[in-house]
T-cell receptor, first 114, second 112 residues
């Protein structure tokens, strides 16, 4: 069974640009969460989508947004990129929103802002 | 979510059992204990989770004390590929999918 797939694996952008990252969850998984990992802040929750609706949101500015499609695939977008947005962006999927459902992570997209 | 305390680093000889402790003294009744690990340049990998009973799967065993204030992750026969940062996470389980809150974890080094 294929795992969580994130594309692209690496991305270089400049300040002020915008970027879209993609995540394909494990087949049959309907919940998708996004996390940001930086050396200073560690792993931090961005948002969660289920049934094409945002269900949870972390403490990030509105420049960070996402969406989920009917096939459960998800994208996240960051607008007006800042140097501090350089990070590893991780997507995790789980079967549904029930109790005791572990989240399974992809290997992330490493975003570098110049 | 309850906070967890883990040692920052541990060493283990290859082939021996690795016992990684986690303290979660403020855990409440509806909180599960989850373990993940992250190998360099990869995403976190789910290992195991439990509520109050001990759990075992093909990767590891999870031992939770009777008062649920601490737990131990056991890798029965550590290999070099088990070198990673291990995260113990306490996660409230209510209706819905609560986010995982990662701390700094324990850096396990398996030594040949």
């Amino acid at each position: 069974k294929a795992g969580v797939t994130q594309t692209p694996r690496y991305l270089i952008k400049t300040r002020g640009q915008q970027v879209t990252l993609s995540c394909s969850p494990i087949s049959g998984h309907r919940s998708v969460s996004w996390y940001q990992q930086t050396p200073g802040q560690g792993l931090q929750f961005l948002f969660e989508y289920f049934s094409e609706t945002q269900r949870n949101k972390g403490n990030f500015p509105g420049r960070f947004s996402g969406r989920q499609f009917s096939n459960s695939r998800s994208e996240m977008n960051v607008s007006t990129l800042e140097l501090g947005d350089s990070a590893l962006y991780l997507c995790a999927s789980s079967l549904d929103r029930g109790r005791g459902q572990p989240q399974h992570f992809g290997d992330g997209t490493r975003l570098s802002i110049l | 979510d309850a906070k967890t305390t883990q040692p920052p680093s541990m060493d283990c000889a290859e082939g021996r059992a690795a016992n990684l402790p986690c303290n979660h003294s403020t855990i409440s009744g509806n909180e599960y204990v989850y373990w993940y690990r992250q190998i360099h340049s990869q995403g976190p990998q789910y290992i195991i989770h439990g509520l109050k009973n001990n759990e075992t799967n093909e990767m590891a065993s999870l031992i939770i004390t009777e008062d649920r204030k601490s737990s131990t992750l056991i890798l029965p026969h550590a290999t070099l590929r088990d070198t990673a940062v291990y995260y113990c996470i306490v996660r409230v389980e209510v209706r819905g999918n609560t986010p995982l809150v990662f701390g700094k974890g324990t850096r396990l080094s398996v030594i040949a």
